[in-house]
């Protein structure tokens, strides 16, 4: 059973980047589509942006394009989640997961990683 396991939340300025890594312990598949998903407090869970784990297509929120990169590194069955320009919007808890398409279908999931901007 893959676990997944966030990191690089924290406390961040506005304008800001902030990099966010997902490292899945386990083995991944082609098949398998890497996911990040935001939850802001009394909001519901969002969808951020995913990458195949076969090649480089990658997805993202319309509200976030332009302000995000994903990205993997196999090697280290890592997922990364680069935002910059950060907002105070921005203020969620951020949780990686792994699905089998782009947008949802997610089964497996991290236990989250707060992120907090401050103005």
């Known amino acids: 059973q893959v676990q997944l396991l966030e990191s690089g939340g924290g406390l961040v300025q506005a304008g800001d980047s902030l990099r966010l890594s997902c490292e899945a312990s386990g083995r991944l598949f082609s098949s398998h589509v890497m996911g990040w998903f935001r939850q802001a407090p009394g909001k519901a869970r969002e969808f951020v942006a995913s990458?195949?784990?076969?090649?480089?297509?990658?997805y993202y929120a319309d509200s976030m394009k332009g302000r995000l990169a994903i990205s993997k590194d196999k090697a280290k069955n890592t997922v990364y989640l680069q935002i910059d320009r950060v907002q105070p919007e921005d203020t969620a808890v951020y949780y990686c997961?792994?699905?089998?398409?782009?947008?949802?279908?997610?089964?497996?999931w991290g236990p989250g990683t707060q992120v907090t901007v401050s103005s």
């Open positions: 997961a792994r699905g089998t398409s782009p947008y949802d279908d997610y089964r497996v």
């Open positions: 990458i195949r784990w076969s090649d480089q297509r990658s």
